[in-house]
């Protein structure tokens, strides 16, 4: 039970990254990139190419993500005998994680600036810009995404690790490629809920907030006894 909420907690948490300043307001924009559109409704045509080629940008930040998950999972096992102080460590930097994003203290991280390729030809490129941006946003989704990396490396176990980084990945990804899909509507959507990321980013910060103090404290079978 506590594995399965631990997935499900890392697939929000991907999404909650979706909804985030730094990633909700460009996604489109993303989106009309990686396909060479010039106007969004370009795409109302184009379904199945807008799909291809955003499927290949998600599995190229998926596979960034999976490989930090993966790191912090092996370096989990390097200090499996250490396994208390592991915790309060991941429960403390993970409660600064939502301190952090309800703005009781603040550090700015910038994301770095990736060279883009002047035009997109291929599904490839598509999957190299995907990456590229996995490595640039790093630093903007760092509070949701540290919570999940010390997350994982308290499992101790690098698969576990990946396989939590692959939920994540999989909540930040469902939302892009249903944006292919459905740009001309969404794109909207996204634009009344930007209006609003400063009231989401604040719960979000409630809810990280609240992960790492149970991990603190070693009371994660809170959450199993909820939803059992």
Not at 145 to 163: C, E, N, P, T, V
């Amino acid at each position: 039970m506590t594995e399965e909420i631990s997935i499900l907690a890392a697939f929000a948490a991907g999404f909650l990254s979706f909804l985030s300043p730094c990633v909700l307001p460009v996604a489109t924009g993303h989106i009309t990139y990686i396909t060479g559109a010039i106007i969004e409704e370009e795409l109302e045509d184009e379904k199945l190419f807008a799909l291809k080629q955003t499927l290949g940008f998600v599995l190229g930040f998926t596979a960034v993500f999976m490989i930090f998950g993966l790191s912090f999972g092996t370096l989990g096992m390097f200090m499996k005998s250490h396994r208390e102080m592991l915790n309060k460590a991941s429960g403390l930097f993970i409660m600064a994680m939502g301190l952090n994003m309800l703005g009781v203290f603040r550090f700015r991280l910038k994301g770095k600036n990736i060279k883009r390729p002047l035009e997109i030809r291929s599904w490839i490129q598509s999957v190299a810009v995907g990456g590229a941006f996995g490595i640039g946003w790093t630093p903007c989704i760092g509070p949701i995404l540290g919570a999940i990396l010390f997350y994982a490396g308290r499992q101790a176990d690098a698969f576990k690790g990946a396989y939590l980084l692959l939920s994540y990945s999989v909540g930040l990804s469902i939302p892009f490629l249903m944006t292919a899909l459905f740009i001309g509507r969404l794109s909207k959507l996204w634009n009344s809920i930007g209006k609003h990321t400063l009231i989401l980013m604040k719960l979000s910060g409630i809810l990280v907030f609240s992960l790492g103090a149970m991990i603190f404290f070693d009371k994660m079978y809170i959450i199993s006894n909820l939803a059992f």
